[in-house]
């Protein structure tokens, strides 16, 4: 069973950026894919990007490539998305997760508990 935590949130003015972190425990790191989602108030979660075991395969929602970049450290057991050019649109709850397989298969089985980005000036 993994655990994961959330960090790297918070206020920022448009056009900066952040990194988000998550932190995962457990043994398992390596042999899974793990994803960023988001949610608005009042909306429904969407996907931000994925990343595979390997690094090799990313994907990212179109309102956010060439903006988001997702990445992972299997030393450090941590999954981060930078996130460029900020806009107020991408004010949302963001939330790590850890997939059933090595590849992004859209289905996640972990969350963390989320972390806070604000957009506005």
């Known amino acids: 069973q993994l655990q994961l935590v959330d960090s790297g949130g918070g206020l920022v003015q448009p056009g900066e950026s952040l990194r988000l972190s998550c932190s995962v425990f457990?043994?398992?790191?390596?042999?899974?894919?793990f994803g960023w989602s988001r949610q608005a108030p009042g909306k429904a979660r969407e996907g931000v990007s994925c990343?595979?075991?390997?690094?090799?395969?990313?994907s990212a929602a179109d309102s956010m490539k060439g903006r988001f970049t997702i990445s992972r450290d299997n030393a450090k057991n941590t999954v981060y998305l930078q996130m460029n050019n900020l806009k107020p649109e991408d004010t949302a709850v963001y939330y790590c997760?850890?997939?059933?397989?090595?590849?992004?298969?859209?289905?996640?089985?972990?969350w963390g508990q989320g972390t806070q980005v604000t957009v506005s000036s």
């Open positions: 457990g043994n398992t790191f390596k042999n899974y894919a």
């Open positions: 990343i595979s075991t390997d690094g090799q395969n990313t």
């Open positions: 997760a850890a997939g059933h397989y090595w590849y992004c298969s859209g289905q996640y089985r972990s």
